[in-house]
């Protein structure tokens, strides 16, 4: 088990008492996030999450035993096992873990231990599998069987420290697996078309938890949604971690992700997703489409003579980038230009159809922060230094009037479609 620095102790609310055994890795350093209840989610991150992930980065963990390691992979996710033994078979996975287990490492030293040991390996997917199987991060407990394992995330000194990290989603029909956001948005299309009447409650239970670190409501969603709400809250969490790194919050790829999860509402009503895309054969324009072109990275050739029906996922996009260092990047914040656009479109469609709901939202950002996008309000509400920390029961009334507000977006998102789409034939 990991001890904690005094530092840590003493700058976050963390204690002893709130350390338990659970989750599917049987891990001895989980906290229970409904120990935080009360506070906003941004709130927890600056004064527990981030203290916490940056002394796992300066002062390590100890690297478990070779026989644990084996036995937490198998509890793994088939897809992180499958990664593990691209790199590397079992047999010498033990081998190499048997030479260092007892060791202390962080992210910043366990890849060269691993090299020392055996050359010629990926030794920085095999450093974030033994860190992971060695417990050696921030691992939440979210809800009954709902874990995020928070592993190998920089401090924020080193200039690559934004690019570390990994978060791993366990869930009630899923164990520990990092959701990547190709595969988020499509589990996200799949659930909001599939279960329409858990929407409401997917949706209520995502703000009361970024606005209260409440998860009460988690136990009314089906496990799928469970799965898919706790693979959003890790990957919030990686976000929002990368975000603190500077020492200053702004809006980063944490309201991407929040917007777009947001925007499925939308997508969920119409007959065929159709969204904003900035086509490859004329990046100029931002067309309202159901047609694209497959994704590919910047630096390499594209075939840009077939095109698909829209997803979900083509929210996550490559960098258009020539540049070696960034081409090959890839998320979802690339695409914001297009996603805000419609989340304005949307916004502009209900207040003047629907008024009051937008008025009920905006009456709990301040007279700077309203007009225009909600979508994008909710972010600079939700992802500002200057909110407070404890919203109290305004909380539970924000959650619950932009659950309403979500609920008619997506009840009239195929006459938005028919009017976006007139409007771009004139």
């Known amino acids: 088990m990991k001890v904690l620095s005094l530092c840590v102790l003493l700058f976050s609310t963390l204690s002893f008492s709130q350390l338990l055994t659970a989750g599917n890795l049987g891990c001895d350093n989980v906290i229970d996030f409904s120990d935080y209840k009360g506070r906003t989610f941004l709130s927890f991150m600056e004064n527990v999450g981030k203290p916490?992930?940056?002394?796992?980065?300066?002062?390590?963990?100890?690297?478990?035993?070779?026989?644990?390691?084996?036995?937490?992979?198998?509890?793994?996710?088939?897809?992180?096992?499958?990664?593990?033994?691209?790199?590397?078979?079992?047999?010498?996975?033990?081998?190499?873990?048997?030479?260092?287990?007892?060791?202390?490492?962080?992210?910043?030293?366990?890849?060269?231990?691993?090299?020392?040991?055996?050359?010629?390996?990926?030794?920085?997917?095999?450093?974030?599998?033994?860190?992971?199987?060695?417990?050696?991060?921030?691992?939440?407990?979210?809800?009954?069987?709902?874990?995020?394992y928070n592993i190998h995330y920089g401090t924020g000194s080193e200039r690559k420290d934004k690019q570390t990290g990994r978060s791993f989603a366990e869930g009630p029909t899923r164990n520990a697996n990092d959701a990547s956001d190709k595969n988020y948005l499509k589990d996200l299309e799949a659930y909001t078309k599939d279960y329409p009447e858990n929407i409401q409650t997917f949706y209520y239970t995502l703000l009361t938890t970024l606005t209260n670190n409440d998860t009460e409501t988690y136990n009314l969603i089906e496990d799928h949604g469970q799965d898919l709400l706790t693979d959003f809250l890790a990957v919030y969490t990686a976000e929002q971690a990368r975000n603190l790194m500077d020492n200053k919050v702004s809006l980063h790829w944490d309201a991407a992700l929040l917007e777009v999860t947001l925007l499925g509402a939308f997508h969920a009503g119409q007959n065929e997703i159709a969204l904003f895309y900035k086509d490859p054969r004329d990046p100029s324009k931002l067309m309202f489409t159901d047609t694209v072109i497959n994704q590919g990275p910047g630096c390499s050739e594209r075939d840009l003579s077939k095109s698909r029906q829209a997803f979900m996922y083509d929210y996550w996009q490559f960098s258009s980038s020539v540049n070696p260092e960034h081409c090959k990047r890839s998320g979802i914040n690339i695409t914001k230009k297009e996603f805000r656009k419609l989340g304005s479109l949307i916004s502009k469609y209900h207040r003047a159809k629907n008024p009051t709901l937008i008025k009920n939202i905006e009456k709990h950002f301040s007279s700077r922060n309203r007009g225009g996008n909600v979508f994008y309000q909710l972010s600079k509400f939700l992802i500002n230094s200057r909110t407070p920390k404890k919203l109290g029961s305004k909380s539970y009334k924000l959650a619950e009037d932009f659950t309403k507000f979500l609920l008619q977006v997506r009840k009239d998102a195929k006459l938005v479609t028919k009017k976006i789409v007139n409007k771009q034939l004139k």
């Not at 202390?104 to 231990?113: G, H, K, Q, V």
Request: aromatic content about 8%; overall charge positive.
């Open 52 to 148: 916490l992930l940056d002394d796992y980065a300066i002062n390590g963990y100890e690297i478990a035993d070779a026989d644990t390691v084996m036995a937490r992979v198998e509890q793994m996710d088939s897809k992180v096992q499958w990664q593990v033994g691209k790199a590397l078979n079992r047999k010498s996975l033990k081998k190499i873990v048997k030479k260092l287990e007892g060791k202390t490492a962080n992210l910043y030293t366990l890849p060269d231990m691993i090299s020392s040991v055996q050359r010629g390996v990926n030794k920085y997917k095999l450093s974030t599998t033994i860190g992971l199987a060695s417990c050696g991060g921030m691992i939440m407990k979210l809800y009954e069987n709902n874990y995020a």
